[in-house]
């Protein structure tokens, strides 16, 4: 358990050099003329999502993490919990190929993004 606890914080603590990276925010383009301009939108705005997703799942694991402390060892409990945590980790993985999808389909049109 204190491992858990342990790895949860560390890994919330690798995450914040992450959000320091983020640049400024791009403008989408005014008109849309080509298919650049449309993955580039579409680029935009699910790393928009996506960060709104990252912020959500630290909040999910840090209330996965205060129900599996407060569960006193009740079974149903820290089931409930554990499914908590394991559907966050889910939706990060989602998240991650729906990002990835993206540049995919850009490598494959051969657009450069």
């Not at 358990?1 to 914080?9: D, E, N, Q, S």
């Not at 959500?56 to 009740?74: E, K, P, Q, R, Y």
């Not at 991650?96 to 490598?107: D, E, I, S």
């Amino acid at each position: 358990m204190k491992k858990t606890i342990t790895i949860v914080f560390l890994s919330l603590l690798v995450a914040v050099p992450v959000f320091a990276q983020i640049t400024g925010v791009v403008n989408p383009p005014d008109k849309i003329k080509t298919f650049e301009d449309i993955l580039a939108l579409v680029n935009q705005l699910i790393n928009y999502l996506f960060t709104a997703l990252l912020v959500l799942s630290i909040v999910f694991i840090i209330l996965s993490a205060f129900n599996w402390l407060t569960a006193a060892g009740d079974p149903m409990k820290t089931e409930k919990a554990r499914n908590q945590l394991m559907y966050c980790l889910i939706a990060l993985a989602i998240g991650a190929l729906a990002k990835g999808l993206v540049f995919m389909v850009a490598n494959l049109m051969g657009v450069r993004i």
